[in-house]
């Protein structure tokens, strides 16, 4: 299995734009969770998906932040506008949802200028 | 609510050395335990998984240990290496809710030659 895929793995970008991150999870997998890392804060969870279905967004720190999952191989994370403050490192994980381990992908660094 | 806590926060031993990495949680209603382990500027790599029925997992040089009753796990590294030097962290998933993954800070190890 190729594992967790994230991309891109770097973006940078200008305030204002609108910032879209990919990830495909582990086929078969059927959670899904986003990630932001930042040294300040850790690591925190945005937000999770369970069957496709978002089941908490608690961790989405405001209405910027979108995230979707059309379906089992596939979700978004989008932030319009994008802020400097938006710098971080984005992960995707995946799991079985009952007693599973996470897998994670590699991350994308986001740099917003 | 469930918390995870590791210590030490920092750690920094001459190479071959054995070490212990500590972490406890506060809720022992937990599926499972995961150590990661990531370096500087890198994704998060599951080290070991420990399901709540087992007590310990081991792989290569590594060994982790749940004791759930008492909240506890450890990570025991043997003859440390170089290579070793990266962040720890310890996660538990919550048996209850929506059993996502709370993370620890991270024991943050250097191995020196």
């Known amino acids: 299995d190729a594992g967790v895929i994230q991309s891109p793995r770097h973006e940078v970008t200008e305030m204002g734009q609108e910032v879209t991150l990919r990830c495909k999870p582990i086929?078969?997998?059927?959670?899904l969770f986003w990630y932001r890392q930042t040294m300040m804060r850790g690591l925190e969870l945005l937000i999770y998906?369970?069957?496709?279905?978002?089941?908490?967004d608690s961790g989405m720190p405001e209405d910027r932040f979108s995230a979707k999952m059309p379906n089992a191989s596939f979700s978004t994370l989008k932030i319009q506008p994008s802020e400097p403050r938006d710098s971080a490192v984005y992960f995707c994980?995946?799991?079985?949802?009952?007693?599973?381990?996470?897998?994670f992908g590699s991350g994308t660094r986001l740099t917003v200028v | 609510k469930q918390e995870v806590t590791q210590i030490p926060a920092a750690l920094s031993v001459p190479e071959g050395e054995n070490l212990v990495l500590n972490c406890s949680f506060t809720?022992?209603?937990?599926?499972?335990l995961q150590w990661f382990r990531q370096d500087p500027g890198k994704g998060l790599t599951s080290l070991l998984l420990?399901?709540?029925?087992?007590r310990e997992q081991t792989s290569g040089r590594l060994n982790a240990s749940l004791d759930k009753s008492s909240g506890r796990s450890t990570l025991y590294i043997a003859a440390s290496q170089p290579g070793d030097s990266a962040t720890y962290l310890c996660?538990?998933?919550?048996?209850?809710?929506?059993?996502?993954?709370?993370f620890g800070a991270g024991t943050r190890l250097a191995v020196h030659p």
């Open positions: 809720d022992s209603a937990i599926y499972n």
């Open positions: 086929s078969g997998h059927n959670s």
């Open positions: 996660a538990v998933r919550p048996s209850g809710g929506y059993n996502k993954l709370i």
């Open positions: 994980a995946s799991s079985l949802t009952q007693g599973g381990g996470y897998t």
């Open positions: 420990i399901q709540s029925s087992q």
């Open positions: 998906f369970n069957n496709n279905v978002p089941i908490d």
